[in-house]
């Protein structure tokens, strides 16, 4: 496991279409950060965050924003899903029935992917999130718990990849 930088590119600076449509604000999205998950050398996905101008890193929770990763390996929705609900638990506890229906929630949500697919994930705080794949709305989930937890998977101080969290919030104040 371990994060890589990436290199930018010249529109990695503006948000994509579907979280500009989704997010209810009016400022502006910003790139905060950008990198690679690798687990044992192997490229698994890139990562990039967009934030408005009051995200704070320790709050990430209460501020709208957009993940964007680029997956470099194929994965089935379901093994995303279980993937998933394993990183959520290192932030808090599920009891099994609520771990089992999110697990379930998920799966329906995320698509398979391939190499080169790029999968877009819009925090809606206090609301839940949407998956957006190009610009096709994949669904929206309406469970702001489930939300909270899943991009903390990247942005929680639990995360199981915290050199990962760092990149993507290299730009952002501390």
């Known amino acids: 496991m371990g994060c890589a930088p990436l290199a930018s590119q010249a529109s990695a600076d503006v948000a994509p279409p579907p979280a500009l449509q989704a997010l209810p604000i ?3 999205l910003t790139l905060a950060g950008e990198g690679q998950m690798r687990f ?4 698994i996905y890139d990562a990039r965050l967009w934030v408005d101008a009051r995200f704070a890193p320790a709050r ?3 501020h709208p924003l957009a ?8 994965f089935s ?9 394993t990183e959520m638990q290192r932030q808090r506890k599920l009891a099994p029935e609520l771990a089992q ?6 799966a329906q949500l995320l698509p398979d992917v391939q190499p ?5 994930g819009v925090y809606l705080p206090g609301e839940g999130m949407q998956l957006w794949r190009g610009a096709q709305l994949l669904g929206t989930l309406r469970e702001p718990e489930l939300a909270h937890l899943f991009f903390g998977i990247w942005l929680s101080p639990q995360t199981s990849e915290p050199s990962l969290r760092a990149a993507l919030l290299a730009r952002v104040a501390p």
């Open 77 to 85: 929705a379901a093994a995303i899903a279980r993937r998933s609900l």
């Open 67 to 74: 993940l964007e990763l680029r997956y470099h390996r194929a």
């Open 101 to 106: 229906r999110w697990e379930r929630m998920l």
């Open 40 to 43: 044992f050398g192997v490229a």
């Open 60 to 62: 990430f929770d209460a």
């Open 116 to 120: 080169g697919d790029r999968l877009l």
């Open 26 to 28: 009016q400022e502006r």
